[in-house]
């Protein structure tokens, strides 16, 4: 939950974005996630669709006659929201590890080769040996918060932030398609080629982003994934 938010009067966290939108704000991940679980499991009246983001959630709707009604559902609903976010975040930090974490959807598998030109810096970093990075980002079953920055390139989180480094001080001019980097707290896979300022820990040999494919993106916003040492399977 970001700070402020837990007292803040939830009509006030609701602003139009236009006559067919709503911008749900403030909000910490884990009230995001929460939000999204919710709105796609019991979907309300009148919601066109749930376009998750780093700390807001847009509402897009069906005509901008159900704009008060969405947002009377969701002043009812946030409180709740609140209040399970708050739950998630007083857990231990073994929560989301592969033998804790209980995913509704089978996660995608990503194979991935450690060898990343960063993996011993972000070691470095977070105080641990490789060995113990790779193990851990192995060892946690992520999920999308959201995508951007480029189509297919999704913003993974875990629920204990043990992986959290900051972005590199410089930008790399280019990172190759299937990179698998960390920074901010996120993981994420390079869809293709492009600059970047994540650390760079390793890389896959799968295809993240086919225009040729339905749907071309193999991460989805709300989807689980898993990642394993493709030199130890």
């Known amino acids: 939950m970001t700070e402020g938010s837990e007292k803040a009067d939830p009509d006030r966290l609701i602003r139009a974005a236009g006559d067919r939108a709503l911008l749900v704000t403030p909000l910490g991940r884990a009230e995001v996630a929460e939000l999204v679980d919710a709105m796609r499991a019991h ?7 749930v ?21 009377r559902a969701l002043v ?46 972000v070691a470095g970093l977070l105080g641990m040996s490789a060995a113990d990075v790779v193990a851990t980002h192995t060892g946690t079953v992520w999920r999308c918060a959201f995508v ?57 040999e799968l295809t993240m982003w086919d225009v040729d494919r339905d749907p071309p993106a193999l991460i989805h916003a709300g989807g689980f994934v898993r990642f394993v040492d493709a030199d130890r399977s």
């Open 43 to 49: 979907p309300l009246g009148g919601v066109e669709d």
């Open 76 to 121: 009812t609903l946030l409180p709740a929201v609140q209040e399970s976010a708050a739950v998630a975040n007083s857990g231990s930090v073994s929560r989301g590890t592969l033998s804790d974490n209980d995913s509704p959807d089978d996660p995608l598998v990503i194979p991935v080769h450690y060898d990343g030109a960063d993996l011993a810096e």
């Open 148 to 204: 951007g920055f480029a189509p297919g390139f999704g913003y993974l989180a875990s629920p204990d932030d043990r992986l959290t480094v900051p972005r590199r001080p410089q930008s790399r001019t280019t990172i190759p398609a299937g990179a698998v980097a960390l920074a901010g707290g996120y993981t994420a896979v390079y869809p293709r080629g492009t600059p970047g300022g994540w650390h760079l820990i390793g890389r896959t």
């Open 51 to 71: 376009l998750p983001a780093a700390e807001t959630v847009l509402v897009t709707l069906l005509s901008a006659e159900h704009a008060e009604s969405v947002r």
